[in-house]
């Protein structure tokens, strides 16, 4: 049974979820073409020749993620645990399979390819925000070495009943900025960073890539709309994919030739779901005052939080009777 | 040159700081006795001998650390970067040497060891807090299994011109909470999970260690003062410390009994200096909502951050300029 717990001393959130069974080891990867029965039934796909759903003939196709983080099926509500809140984990995990080629990396993606991967961002931003259940929506992309379990490309979407933790600190802060400037801080960043040039790596006609002034890790880069917009599933424009697709093409390329060929994630920040029960005045002026965009971060190994959300696989009350038991 | 950077999208801060000469390596430790003219000048020891500074005869020994994050030389003062900030990192980076033996380790470490080391961590604070310019203080204790750089037991006294990122978001919950109830978040915490049991390691007179409802990772462990104080180095007495010192003694061997020896890392929150100039009303309740703990988590490897300041060791302008060469 997992639950969604609130920490009442810094107010993040926590996935407490018991570690399910690992999926039996296979030497075929169940993302191939030709596998689709291995995986739950799709939720979409592109498919350009009219075949038929769960079988080849795909180019980007979405699957329910198997043993979920999140899912559709549980109940709504938020329930008090004495002084403490938890909320049952409501919501998605998704899978979006990028393309059929098993051995695909990001650094290999061509243009087309990321443009198909990024409209397919777009459509499950859409449909997922029609439940005004889930509240906000994070898409991932992890780039492993190979060697990691899958290695098949893949992006994750995943959509939770509670604001992120990493989204409602900026919300926060840009909220703040805003009420003091009447000016969005992510477009204010871009003229600063556009005129100065010095962490810039990259200048596209609708967007700038850089290395933000407070880096948290080597290497850290955000890719920024030129052009203010909060929701990117609202803002996407063909030229927009266009150009996205090359400038994604460009940076992966160069990361895959730094030393080492680093592991990475990159994360879409995009609006909350304006469709769900907001308390008042909580984000209205959500439209003026956040900026989507894109954050690329040097990524540890082992998944232990999303957007952060940790994920905690002993529940605290198992882990209090194995100590208490150790104690002795 | 170190800058302390703040994030305007986020508002957290990022020490971005040039990796440093590793110290030269060597057989022998230089926290050893015999050893001390190879660490900077001690700033204090116990020494029940009157033994000389900077020679043997010490149980517990405080030296800076070289090559420290934070400095006391520094100067002093925020700076804007067209609209970003940015503060020298003024402040102290110190080592306690817990003890002349070098293979100890915490889960060995009796019961007047932790009291000394209890009362060193007392007098580092209350000195510390002389300085105005230092806002925030952590002390740290790092575990990991044998094999690391230097073995030798130390906590590590972090003081910095800026409240940690980490404490600051306790801060801003705690008085919430404060603001609604009239009661300390931690003060309640106690009384329920006292009543409730479930997750409650060890109840001693003056403590008690539990795991969190909202624990990040297995086996997070706190350990919070039955009686309310928001100042460690205020509150403790020596009955308390004689308490804390057992319960630490009997918690760590706990831990090093589990499957795996792990890693961890121990950090002592404690109030802000409250004799740093602050902000009007910033933490006017302070005293009220704030409760001094320890927080014991399992740790990464490798030091990326102090209390939610993330460490950075590559500049953002050169990391934008090897990636706009690497481009091409």
Redesign the interface.
């Known amino acids: 049974m997992s639950d969604l717990?609130?920490?009442?001393?810094?107010?993040?959130?926590?996935l407490?979820r018991p570690a399910g069974e690992a999926p039996p080891a296979s030497g075929d990867c169940p993302f191939c073409p030709g596998s689709e029965s291995r995986t739950p039934p799709e939720i979409v796909a592109y498919r350009k020749d009219g075949s038929a759903p769960d079988g080849p003939g795909w180019s980007v196709r979405v699957v329910p993620e198997i043993d979920p983080y999140f899912s559709v099926e549980r109940e709504v509500g938020r329930v008090g645990?004495?002084?403490?809140d938890k909320v049952p984990p409501r919501g998605a995990t998704e899978l979006i399979i990028e393309g059929p080629e098993h051995d695909l990396t990001p650094a290999r993606m061509d243009e087309a390819r990321w443009e198909q991967v990024l409209w397919m961002y777009r459509d499950r931003l859409r449909d997922l925000k029609k439940d005004p259940a889930i509240r906000d929506i994070l898409i991932t992309r992890r780039y492993k070495k190979p060697g990691s379990r899958i290695t098949h490309p893949y992006s994750r979407v995943v959509a939770v009943p509670v604001i992120f933790d990493?989204v409602r600190?900026?919300l926060?802060?840009?909220r703040e900025?805003y009420e003091y400037k009447r000016r969005c801080?992510?477009c204010?960043?871009i003229r600063?960073e556009v005129a100065?040039e010095?962490?810039?790596?990259?200048l596209t006609p609708h967007f700038v890539a850089?290395?933000?002034?407070?880096?948290?890790?080597?290497?850290?880069?955000w890719i920024l709309p030129r052009q203010h917009a909060c929701a990117f599933e609202q803002a996407l424009t063909p030229d927009a994919a266009a150009d996205l697709a090359a400038l994604l093409r460009?940076?992966f390329r160069?990361l895959a030739?730094?030393p080492g060929d680093p592991s990475f994630e990159m994360v879409l920040y995009t609006a909350p779901n304006q469709a769900a029960k907001l308390l008042p005045g909580e984000w209205s002026s959500i439209a003026e005052d956040f900026h989507w965009h894109l954050e690329i971060t040097p990524s540890?190994d082992r998944l232990?939080?999303i957007g952060g959300i940790?994920v905690?696989?002993?529940p605290?009350?198992e882990?209090?009777r194995?100590?208490?038991e150790?104690?002795a």
Chains 1, 2 share one sequence.
């Open positions: 717990r609130k920490d009442p001393t810094r107010g993040h959130w926590v407490v645990v004495g002084l403490y990493d600190r900026q926060i802060q840009c900025y801080v992510f204010d960043i600063q100065d010095e962490r810039v790596i990259r850089l290395v933000p002034y407070a880096a948290r890790s080597p290497y850290e880069a460009g940076h160069t030739s730094l540890p232990s939080q940790h905690n696989d002993l605290p009350e882990a209090a194995r100590l208490r150790a104690w």
